[in-house]
C-alpha cells in the first residue's frame, strides 16, 4: 500500500461518508491494523478502501446516480448518465455535460457531439453502435472543469459502470477523464497513440472534441486515434 494511494483512499472514504453512499461499498481491505488506523483518524466507523460499488445492472446503478444527492445535481437540470447501446464493444467516456447535455439529458448531443459523431464514423462506426458517459453526471455551472472532490463523488459510479458494460475497447475523451481513470498526470500528447490497460480493458486515450473544437489543427492525430480504434475493434484476438 503506497502513501499515494492511501491518501486517495482517505479522500474518498471521507467523500463516500459526506454524500451517504458509504452503505454500498463493500470493505475489501484485509489489512486490518491499518483499517483501524484509518478508523481512528477519520472518526468513522468503517473505511472502504476501495471504490467498490456493486450494482448489478446498469438500471440498477443508474438508478442510484439519479438518487445521489450532491450540490452538482441542484445547479443542472438533468442527470445525464448514458446514451447508445450498452452491449457495445466500445465505452466512450467524456468529461461533464455541457448545456446541451444538460437540456437534453443525454451525452455529447451539442457541439462536441456532432464533432465525435463525425470522428466515429470516419472510421465507419455509428454513434448508436458505441456506448456513451462521461466522469461526472450533472453540468458543473457555466461549464468549468469538474472540480477533485465531484470527480471523487462519481467516479465509484463510473467504475462500476465500466465493469457492468464491460467493453472491448474504452476509449477516453480528455484530460479529466484519462486523469480520473487512469490515474495519471501524463498528458495525452504522451499517452495517445498505443493502447493502456484499465480493469483488463484495452484503453484508448485522445483529446476532447471541445479542445478540436478549439484548436482544429489536432484533428488528424485524433483521426490516427479512431483508426487505432478501428484496428482494435477488427483484430480478432481481443
Ligand atoms: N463534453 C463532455 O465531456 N461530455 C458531454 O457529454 C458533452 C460535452
Same mark, same amino acid.
Given at each position: 500500500?503506497?502513501?499515494?494511494?492511501?491518501?486517495?483512499?482517505?479522500?474518498?472514504?471521507?467523500?463516500?461518508?459526506?454524500?451517504?453512499?458509504?452503505?454500498?461499498?463493500?470493505?475489501?481491505?484485509?489489512?486490518?491494523?491499518?483499517?483501524?488506523?484509518?478508523?481512528?483518524?477519520?472518526?468513522?466507523?468503517?473505511?472502504?478502501?476501495?471504490?467498490?460499488?456493486?450494482?448489478?445492472?446498469?438500471?440498477?446503478?443508474?438508478?442510484?446516480?439519479?438518487?445521489?444527492?450532491?450540490?452538482?445535481?441542484?445547479?443542472?437540470?438533468?442527470?445525464?448518465?448514458?446514451?447508445?447501446?450498452?452491449g457495445?464493444?466500445?465505452?466512450?467516456?467524456?468529461?461533464?455535460?455541457?448545456?446541451?447535455?444538460?437540456?437534453?439529458? /443525454?451525452?455529447? $448531443?451539442?457541439?462536441?457531439?456532432? &464533432? #465525435?459523431?463525425?470522428? =466515429? @464514423? !470516419?472510421?465507419? +462506426?455509428?454513434?448508436?453502435?458505441?456506448?456513451?458517459?462521461?466522469i461526472?453526471?450533472?453540468?458543473?455551472?457555466?461549464?468549468?472543469?469538474?472540480?477533485?472532490?465531484?470527480?471523487?463523488?462519481?467516479?465509484?459510479?463510473?467504475?462500476?459502470?465500466?465493469?457492468?458494460?464491460n467493453?472491448?475497447?474504452?476509449?477516453?475523451?480528455?484530460?479529466?477523464?484519462?486523469k480520473?481513470?487512469?490515474?495519471?498526470d501524463?498528458?495525452?500528447?504522451?499517452?495517445?497513440?498505443?493502447?493502456?490497460?484499465?480493469?483488463?480493458?484495452d484503453?484508448?486515450?485522445?483529446?476532447?472534441?471541445?479542445?478540436?473544437?478549439r484548436?482544429?489543427g489536432? /484533428?488528424?492525430? $485524433?483521426?490516427?486515434?479512431?483508426? &487505432? #480504434?478501428?484496428?482494435? =475493434? @477488427? !483484430?480478432?484476438? +481481443?
Amino acid at each position: 500500500m503506497t502513501e499515494e494511494h492511501r491518501l486517495r483512499i482517505n479522500a474518498l472514504s471521507r467523500w463516500y461518508k459526506t454524500f451517504g453512499v458509504d452503505h454500498v461499498f463493500r470493505d475489501i481491505n484485509s489489512n486490518e491494523k491499518w483499517q483501524k488506523k484509518q478508523e481512528q483518524k477519520a472518526n468513522t466507523s468503517t473505511v472502504y478502501s476501495s471504490s467498490q460499488l456493486c450494482y448489478d445492472s446498469i438500471e440498477e446503478l443508474e438508478k442510484a446516480v439519479r438518487e445521489i444527492d450532491c450540490h452538482l445535481k441542484k445547479t443542472a437540470k438533468r442527470t445525464v448518465f448514458s446514451d447508445g447501446n450498452p452491449g457495445s464493444d466500445v465505452m466512450i467516456i467524456g468529461e461533464a455535460p455541457g448545456q446541451e447535455e444538460d437540456e437534453q439529458g /443525454k451525452p455529447f $448531443v451539442g457541439e462536441s457531439g456532432k &464533432l #465525435l459523431n463525425n470522428m =466515429l @464514423l !470516419s472510421v465507419g +462506426i455509428k454513434r448508436s453502435d458505441v456506448y456513451i458517459s462521461n466522469i461526472v453526471f450533472w453540468r458543473p455551472q457555466g461549464n468549468r472543469a469538474p472540480s477533485t472532490d465531484e470527480i471523487a463523488l462519481c467516479m465509484p459510479y463510473v467504475e462500476n459502470h465500466v465493469r457492468l458494460v464491460n467493453p472491448r475497447i474504452l476509449l477516453l475523451l480528455g484530460g479529466i477523464a484519462v486523469k480520473s481513470i487512469l490515474n495519471t498526470d501524463a498528458p495525452i500528447s504522451k499517452l495517445r497513440g498505443s493502447k493502456s490497460a484499465y480493469m483488463g480493458i484495452d484503453t484508448i486515450v485522445t483529446f476532447h472534441p471541445a479542445y478540436l473544437l478549439r484548436s482544429p489543427g489536432q /484533428k488528424y492525430l $485524433v483521426f490516427r486515434d479512431f483508426i &487505432l #480504434l478501428k484496428r482494435l =475493434l @477488427l !483484430s480478432k484476438d +481481443i
